[in-house]
Protein backbone atom coordinates (compact mmCIF):
# COMPACT_ATOMS: atom_id res chain seq x y z
CA UNK A 1 0.00 0.00 0.00
CA UNK A 2 1.05 3.74 -0.71
CA UNK A 3 1.92 5.96 1.73
CA UNK A 4 2.98 9.34 1.89
CA UNK A 5 3.43 11.08 5.52
CA UNK A 6 4.81 14.83 5.69
CA UNK A 7 6.03 16.42 8.69
CA UNK A 8 7.55 19.40 9.74
CA UNK A 9 5.28 21.75 9.17
CA UNK A 10 4.01 24.15 11.91
CA UNK A 11 4.22 28.31 12.85
CA UNK A 12 7.56 30.33 11.05
CA UNK A 13 7.81 34.39 11.46
CA UNK A 14 8.02 36.21 8.25
CA UNK A 15 11.60 35.88 6.55
CA UNK A 16 11.81 32.64 8.50
CA UNK A 17 12.61 28.98 7.89
CA UNK A 18 10.92 25.63 7.88
CA UNK A 19 11.74 21.91 6.55
CA UNK A 20 9.14 19.82 5.46
CA UNK A 21 9.64 16.36 4.96
CA UNK A 22 7.59 13.54 2.85
CA UNK A 23 8.22 9.79 3.94
CA UNK A 24 7.17 7.41 1.19
CA UNK A 25 6.53 3.69 1.31
CA UNK A 26 4.88 1.04 -0.51
CA UNK A 27 6.36 1.27 -3.97
CA UNK A 28 10.20 1.94 -5.24
CA UNK A 29 10.43 5.11 -4.80
CA UNK A 30 13.32 6.43 -6.65
CA UNK A 31 11.54 5.13 -10.09
CA UNK A 32 8.99 8.23 -9.22
CA UNK A 33 8.93 11.36 -10.09
CA UNK A 34 7.64 13.54 -7.02
CA UNK A 35 5.93 16.86 -6.25
CA UNK A 36 4.77 19.45 -3.40
CA UNK A 37 1.27 20.72 -4.19
CA UNK A 38 0.03 22.98 -1.75
CA UNK A 39 -3.69 24.75 -0.86
CA UNK A 40 -3.87 27.95 0.81
CA UNK A 41 -6.92 28.23 3.44
CA UNK A 42 -10.22 27.89 1.98
CA UNK A 43 -8.56 28.64 -1.52
CA UNK A 44 -7.38 26.21 -4.75
CA UNK A 45 -5.01 24.28 -5.33
CA UNK A 46 -1.38 25.36 -6.86
CA UNK A 47 1.90 23.21 -7.64
CA UNK A 48 5.06 24.32 -5.66
CA UNK A 49 8.00 21.83 -6.83
CA UNK A 50 8.53 18.34 -8.56
CA UNK A 51 11.78 16.42 -8.71
CA UNK A 52 12.83 13.83 -10.35
CA UNK A 53 13.22 10.09 -9.31
CA UNK A 54 16.89 10.46 -9.09
CA UNK A 55 17.30 13.55 -8.20
CA UNK A 56 18.79 15.59 -10.57
CA UNK A 57 16.29 17.60 -12.12
CA UNK A 58 13.60 20.03 -10.56
CA UNK A 59 10.88 22.46 -11.59
CA UNK A 60 9.83 25.27 -8.99
CA UNK A 61 7.33 27.79 -9.35
CA UNK A 62 7.95 30.90 -9.80
CA UNK A 63 6.24 32.11 -6.32
CA UNK A 64 8.86 29.90 -4.56
CA UNK A 65 11.64 29.87 -6.95
CA UNK A 66 15.03 30.89 -5.24
CA UNK A 67 13.56 30.86 -1.75
CA UNK A 68 12.56 26.95 -1.89
CA UNK A 69 14.65 24.01 -2.27
CA UNK A 70 13.41 20.09 -3.40
CA UNK A 71 15.42 17.37 -2.64
CA UNK A 72 15.12 13.81 -2.09
CA UNK A 73 17.22 11.16 -0.18
CA UNK A 74 16.40 8.22 -2.18
CA UNK A 75 17.80 6.09 0.66
CA UNK A 76 15.68 6.98 3.11
CA UNK A 77 12.64 7.08 0.81
CA UNK A 78 12.21 10.79 1.92
CA UNK A 79 11.23 13.84 0.73
CA UNK A 80 12.89 17.35 2.02
CA UNK A 81 11.72 20.81 1.11
CA UNK A 82 13.36 23.31 2.53
CA UNK A 83 12.05 26.69 2.33
CA UNK A 84 13.67 30.09 3.45
CA UNK A 85 12.67 33.84 3.25
CA UNK A 86 9.01 32.44 4.15
CA UNK A 87 6.31 34.95 3.18
CA UNK A 88 2.97 35.32 4.67
CA UNK A 89 1.32 34.24 1.21
CA UNK A 90 3.15 30.84 1.81
CA UNK A 91 0.53 30.01 4.36
CA UNK A 92 -0.86 26.34 3.22
CA UNK A 93 -1.59 23.34 3.44
CA UNK A 94 1.81 21.67 1.69
CA UNK A 95 0.81 17.85 0.38
CA UNK A 96 3.59 16.01 -1.27
CA UNK A 97 2.27 13.31 -4.27
CA UNK A 98 3.60 10.59 -6.73
CA UNK A 99 3.65 11.06 -9.94
CA UNK A 100 2.70 8.59 -12.77
CA UNK A 101 3.01 12.02 -14.34
CA UNK A 102 -0.43 12.02 -12.83
CA UNK A 103 -0.60 13.03 -9.04
CA UNK A 104 -2.22 9.56 -8.05
CA UNK A 105 -1.49 9.29 -4.59
CA UNK A 106 -1.19 12.36 -2.02
CA UNK A 107 -0.08 12.30 1.56
CA UNK A 108 -2.36 13.85 4.32
CA UNK A 109 -0.82 17.54 4.38
CA UNK A 110 0.97 19.71 6.73
CA UNK A 111 0.05 22.68 7.59
CA UNK A 112 2.82 26.17 7.68
CA UNK A 113 1.72 28.97 8.75
CA UNK A 114 3.66 32.17 8.31
CA UNK A 115 2.93 34.75 10.98
CA UNK A 116 4.64 37.23 13.02
CA UNK B 1 2.10 29.32 -18.22
CA UNK B 2 -1.05 27.83 -19.44
CA UNK B 3 -4.32 29.23 -17.43
CA UNK B 4 -6.98 26.48 -17.00
CA UNK B 5 -10.62 27.90 -16.55
CA UNK B 6 -12.62 25.57 -15.13
CA UNK B 7 -17.24 26.22 -14.98
CA UNK B 8 -19.07 26.51 -13.26
CA UNK B 9 -18.03 27.86 -10.21
CA UNK B 10 -20.72 26.14 -8.44
CA UNK B 11 -22.87 24.07 -9.21
CA UNK B 12 -26.12 22.98 -7.58
CA UNK B 13 -27.54 19.40 -8.32
CA UNK B 14 -29.81 16.70 -6.76
CA UNK B 15 -29.26 13.08 -6.44
CA UNK B 16 -29.85 11.04 -9.70
CA UNK B 17 -29.06 14.08 -11.80
CA UNK B 18 -26.37 14.07 -14.66
CA UNK B 19 -23.61 16.70 -14.40
CA UNK B 20 -21.05 18.09 -16.81
CA UNK B 21 -17.86 20.41 -15.18
CA UNK B 22 -16.22 22.20 -18.34
CA UNK B 23 -12.27 22.71 -18.33
CA UNK B 24 -10.75 25.15 -20.80
CA UNK B 25 -6.91 25.18 -21.16
CA UNK B 26 -5.24 28.59 -22.51
CA UNK B 27 -3.31 26.50 -24.95
CA UNK B 28 -3.36 23.18 -26.69
CA UNK B 29 -1.91 20.15 -23.49
CA UNK B 30 -3.15 17.18 -26.06
CA UNK B 31 -4.60 15.05 -23.41
CA UNK B 32 -2.41 15.88 -20.53
CA UNK B 33 -5.53 16.49 -18.49
CA UNK B 34 -6.69 15.16 -15.07
CA UNK B 35 -9.20 15.39 -12.68
CA UNK B 36 -9.75 15.79 -9.20
CA UNK B 37 -12.02 15.34 -6.45
CA UNK B 38 -11.26 16.73 -2.96
CA UNK B 39 -13.42 16.86 0.25
CA UNK B 40 -13.05 19.48 3.18
CA UNK B 41 -9.90 18.50 5.29
CA UNK B 42 -8.80 15.58 2.95
CA UNK B 43 -6.22 15.57 0.27
CA UNK B 44 -6.90 15.89 -3.49
CA UNK B 45 -8.09 11.87 -5.34
CA UNK B 46 -7.39 11.10 -8.64
CA UNK B 47 -10.72 10.52 -11.04
CA UNK B 48 -9.54 10.84 -14.27
CA UNK B 49 -5.78 11.15 -15.94
CA UNK B 50 -4.74 11.69 -19.81
CA UNK B 51 -8.25 13.17 -20.28
CA UNK B 52 -10.36 10.19 -20.78
CA UNK B 53 -8.85 7.40 -18.67
CA UNK B 54 -10.40 6.40 -15.35
CA UNK B 55 -8.32 6.00 -12.23
CA UNK B 56 -8.81 2.36 -10.44
CA UNK B 57 -11.29 2.27 -7.81
CA UNK B 58 -13.04 5.03 -9.18
CA UNK B 59 -16.92 4.14 -10.07
CA UNK B 60 -17.65 4.19 -13.48
CA UNK B 61 -20.06 7.36 -13.29
CA UNK B 62 -17.37 9.20 -13.66
CA UNK B 63 -16.31 9.82 -17.22
CA UNK B 64 -13.86 12.69 -19.08
CA UNK B 65 -13.47 13.37 -22.70
CA UNK B 66 -11.80 16.44 -24.72
CA UNK B 67 -8.88 17.17 -25.85
CA UNK B 68 -6.14 19.96 -27.07
CA UNK B 69 -8.24 23.21 -25.21
CA UNK B 70 -11.33 21.94 -23.85
CA UNK B 71 -12.39 19.36 -21.72
CA UNK B 72 -15.19 17.69 -19.67
CA UNK B 73 -15.66 15.95 -16.37
CA UNK B 74 -19.27 14.00 -16.75
CA UNK B 75 -20.71 11.97 -13.38
CA UNK B 76 -23.79 10.34 -14.69
CA UNK B 77 -25.80 10.29 -11.81
CA UNK B 78 -24.92 11.56 -8.80
CA UNK B 79 -24.61 9.77 -5.42
CA UNK B 80 -24.19 11.86 -2.19
CA UNK B 81 -20.85 10.79 -1.71
CA UNK B 82 -20.24 12.96 -5.21
CA UNK B 83 -20.97 16.37 -3.38
CA UNK B 84 -17.19 18.01 -3.42
CA UNK B 85 -14.76 20.31 -5.20
CA UNK B 86 -13.11 19.50 -8.38
CA UNK B 87 -10.12 20.63 -10.31
CA UNK B 88 -9.06 20.10 -13.27
CA UNK B 89 -4.92 20.16 -13.89
CA UNK B 90 -2.84 20.23 -16.66
CA UNK B 91 0.71 18.28 -16.96
CA UNK B 92 1.23 19.30 -20.43
CA UNK B 93 4.42 21.39 -19.54
CA UNK B 94 5.64 23.55 -16.29
CA UNK B 95 4.74 25.11 -14.21
CA UNK B 96 1.56 22.41 -13.86
CA UNK B 97 -1.42 24.95 -13.30
CA UNK B 98 -5.14 23.74 -11.93
CA UNK B 99 -8.78 25.45 -12.56
CA UNK B 100 -10.40 27.22 -9.54
CA UNK B 101 -12.08 24.19 -8.68
CA UNK B 102 -16.36 23.86 -9.10
CA UNK B 103 -18.26 23.18 -6.13
CA UNK B 104 -21.04 20.42 -6.25
CA UNK B 105 -23.51 21.18 -4.19
CA UNK B 106 -26.77 19.44 -3.12
CA UNK B 107 -29.91 21.31 -4.27
Known amino acids: EVQLLESGGGLAQPGGSLRLSCAASGFTFSSYAMSWVRQTPGKGLEWVSS????????HYADSVKGRFTFSRDNSKNTLFLQMNSLRAEDTAVYYCAKEVPQWTYWGQGTLVTVSS | DIQMTQSPSTLSSSIGDRVTITCRASQSISSWLAWYQQKPGKAPKLLIYKASSLESGVPSRFSGSGSGTEFTLTISSLQPDDFATYYC?????????FGQGTKLEIK
Open chain 2, 89 to 97: QQYNNYPRT
Open chain 1, 51 to 58: ISGSGEST
